[in-house]
């Protein structure tokens, strides 16, 4: 099935905006989100020019508003004229060490992550229930495999908890039209990955990005992208020592 209406939070920049240039490429409509929305201005007049046959829906949105999220989508959906799929993708990745007094940062991180990730599954299983049809795709990450020590338990743990809402749902949906996929990025070239301070095992934003879409189209269930090294990572950190994984930290 193609999936010509798509919804994507998080797309100023990054990830978000790297699969709206490839979606658009492919020549789909686009309904795209974020807080900033000049920069989705900007993107809109880069895309149709590009591609003068698609529609580009923006809005504002601070995901962590979460009343406002429903409303948005809703816009969205009547100013495409339907959402086929809708990809959570936004997300952020502070962190400091639990204990250390920055409570702030692990909560926003919690907050963002998860909680404003039910908000938009919420918003979007609401649409798509009511049409009987639907992809979901959540934008977990690697660091839901395991996990994490340090500054990036908050983090890991926020990732986990949207990686097991996804199997939660494909279970439940298991029957239905409505098709979910979570997504596992590993390190792909964006602001965020270079913080993380994992030069050595990056991708480029095109080659993780045209994995993250490959997957999303195949409509996969589960996809640790790019695959490799992220497949084999996926099987072995469950069954790493910890004393291994303390220095992960």
Known sequence: MTRTKI????????????????????????????RRLDALESLRAELTAAYPGITVAVRALDVDDHAAVPLVFGELHKELGGLDRVIVNAGIGKG????????????????????SALAQVEAAMEIFRAQDSGHLVLVSSMSAVRGLPGKKAAYSASK???????????????????AVTTLLPGFIATDMAAKAGDAKMVAPLEQGVA????????????????AWPWRLIDVLLPRLPRAVVARMG
């Open 160 to 178: 986990a908890g949207l990686a097991a809402l996804g199997e939660a749902l494909t279970i439940e949906l298991a029957k239905s039209p409505i």
């Open 211 to 226: 994995a993250m879409v490959h997957a999303i189209e195949k409509e996969r269930i589960r996809a640790c992208v790019p």
């Open 7 to 34: 919804l994507i939070t998080g797309a100023s920049a990054g990830l978000g905006a790297a699969m709206a240039r490839d979606f658009a490429g492919k020549g789909r409509d686009l309904a795209l989100c974020a």
């Open 96 to 115: 400091a060490v639990i204990g250390s007094g920055r409570a702030d940062a692990n909560l926003a991180t919690a907050t963002t992550n998860f909680v």
